[in-house]
């Protein structure tokens, strides 16, 4: 652990690396690509002794719980995707699920209406947490068995005792987010400053607490949050607000190896995120809607390509309000939604010439076709073992609630069931009852953590946060890369644009559409609206080609390479 000390200092005591800018997104050994350039650092560290990229991305996610507490979470969940350099695709859910006192009427006021903000902000807006547990069943089922629990938390366990220096961007976010922190002791002891003064660039964030609790994980595994002080803590918080999570909802929790959404698209094999994310089974029935196009003809954020998108985009999402939930509780008819034919007979609905107002586009009716906040991180090694994992706790830092004396936020996931048919969540999506609230149910999310294969090698790791936004991202990317031939830093941070069916609206980032290809959308239909927050998805992807990878890290955030 010397060794790890020794790194740790030097990178919190100095911002200048060992890589010049250009060096950081070229590697061969192996990469991290993650929203926070220590975290990504804490990653290779754990490569570089031996690790493999499993090893790394857990070490990744529990320092991003640290570094990025908007996102990066131990009260939160999460999916992994991974392609093994032994040839196996896996993936593994660590959703949070419902606690078991939680019902389908939770959210609505006794006139069947919906209490505003309480499946965001208050202790009844969490789901149980999976990330521990996700992160941990990762370690031990894929990591390489060379590196011990201590090693994979010690450098986050460092990281919140002794503090790091935050940057300008990040001062700035805990700034913005003091309103939510004022509403929640926990929160406000330690992410308002002592003096009560705003954070600037440069001041140390120490969290005691959250350091504790990682040192309980590192000392007991999994006991170490779901039993013994970290589980009595919680459950202490859920009974001081109101809150639902029992000490049996914790104990019960468990991650679940899933089979992987699998299809293909010009020659790639894509492995991504089955349900109860919609990601991976959107993303793939999308690229086989475009199958049936000349979308090569294309040219970038033409009028007829964001055409072509929106349109596709607008039955996919119809068939995710309808069809898709927890397929533990809800017949998801997934090989109807991924199936070519299906999504040929889907195509076919579309005209190139007209937009279809959404209140005219409905799921496809089930029939016999057989066939802004979350966190992505991609890891790859050196054997080429591939990982893609996206975690949340839904909206930057979560229901903004810190359960006292454990240190780190609670998610607010529960807001991505459907509170009541019909009425859309914070991404503005609606569900009926495949996403309904059930006891010990998952709730519906959208990321979409993907790799691609070429040759059954792995070729693109991706993933990105935003919520609703995150599938046509992850989209948008592929497409940059495999149809319009940009390199992977290119791919991750040029203009996007968005579109979920309802509302039915072509979400837009400035800059992404001229007025000319603006005027050209509206002349068919379509109705333009500039993104609120400025930007669609923040995707963080690593390229491998020849065996050289190759770092995307969006320019939207403060996204960062570190690769050796
Ligand atoms: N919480 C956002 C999602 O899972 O889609």
Redesign the pocket.
């Given at each position: 652990m010397r060794a790890t000390l020794k790194y740790l200092f030097a990178i919190i005591v100095s911002t200048s690396f060992l890589f010049t800018q250009t060096d950081k997104n070229f590697a061969k050994n192996g990469m991290v690509v993650s929203a926070s350039e220590l975290a990504s650092q804490v990653g290779v560290e754990i490569m570089k002794n031996g690790g493999n990229a499993i090893d790394a991305a857990v070490a990744t996610g529990f320092a991003l719980a640290v570094t990025y507490p908007q996102a990066g979470n131990i009260g939160g969940g999460g999916f992994l995707v991974a392609h093994l350099a032994d040839g196996r695709n896996i993936s593994i859910d660590f959703?949070e699920t419902a606690p078991k006192n939680a019902d389908r009427d939770m959210f609505l006021d006794r006139n069947g209406n919906v209490i505003k903000d309480m499946s965001l902000y208050t202790h009844r807006a969490s789901g149980v947490p999976g990330s521990v547990a996700g992160l941990i069943e990762a370690w031990k089922k894929f990591g390489s068995g060379k590196i011990t629990p201590r090693q994979l938390l010690e450098p986050a366990i460092i990281l919140a005792e002794k503090g790091f220096t935050i940057s300008e961007r990040f001062a700035a976010t805990l700034n913005n987010y003091r309103n939510l922190f004022e509403q929640d002791q926990g929160a406000a002891a330690i992410f308002i400053r002592q003096d009560q003064k705003s954070w600037e660039e440069g001041d140390l964030l120490v969290q005691k607490d959250l350091a504790k609790t990682l040192r309980h994980i590192a000392e007991y595994g999994i006991n170490g949050f779901y039993s013994g002080e970290t589980a009595k803590l919680i459950v202490e918080e859920m009974n001081r607000h109101n809150g639902l999570i029992t000490i049996a909802d914790l104990q019960n929790y468990r991650p679940i190896i899933r089979n992987i959404a699998k299809g293909t698209y010009k020659g790639s094999d894509i492995i991504s995120m089955g349900p109860p994310?919609?990601?991976g089974i959107l993303l793939i029935q999308m690229l086989n809607m475009l199958e049936n196009f000349s979308i090569d003809s294309l040219s970038f954020n033409s009028p007829e390509y964001i055409h072509l998108l929106t349109e596709i985009e607008r039955l996919a999402y119809a068939d995710r309000a309808e069809h898709l939930g927890d397929s533990d509780y809800w017949p998801v008819p997934f090989e109807m939604l991924t199936s070519k034919e299906y999504a040929k007979a889907r195509a076919e609905k579309i005209s190139l010439e007209k937009a279809t107002p959404s209140g005219e586009v409905f799921a496809g009716k089930q029939t016999t076709y057989e066939s802004m906040e979350?966190t992505h991180y991609s890891v790859v090694d050196k054997d080429l073992n591939a990982v893609s994992i996206?975690t949340?706790i839904?909206?930057s830092f979560g229901s903004g609630k810190v359960v006292d004396g454990a240190g780190f936020f609670l998610n607010n996931?529960m807001?991505?069931f459907s509170a009541k048919p019909g009425v859309p969540n914070i991404?503005g999506l609606i569900g009926n009852e495949a996403n309904a609230i059930a006891p010990n149910k998952r709730?519906?999310?959208?990321?979409t953590p993907t790799v691609l294969l070429k040759n059954n090698k792995p070729f693109l790791i991706l993933g990105s946060p935003g919520?609703?936004t995150?599938i046509t991202t992850v989209l948008q990317v592929i497409l940059n890369i495999i149809e319009h031939d940009m390199n992977i830093s290119k791919a991750v941070s040029s203009p996007r644009t968005h579109s979920q069916w309802l509302p039915d609206q072509i979400t837009i980032e400035k800059d992404a559409l001229s007025a000319e290809v603006i005027a050209a959308l509206e002349n068919k239909g379509h109705i333009i609206k500039l993104d609120k927050d400025g930007k669609i998805g923040s995707a963080n992807c690593i390229l491998i080609e020849n065996g050289k990878f190759f770092g995307g890290a969006d320019s939207r955030s403060e996204n960062s390479v570190v690769g050796y």
């Open positions: 959703r994310s919609s990601g979350t996206t949340t839904n909206t996931e807001d991505d991404f709730p519906l999310s959208s990321m919520g609703s995150i």
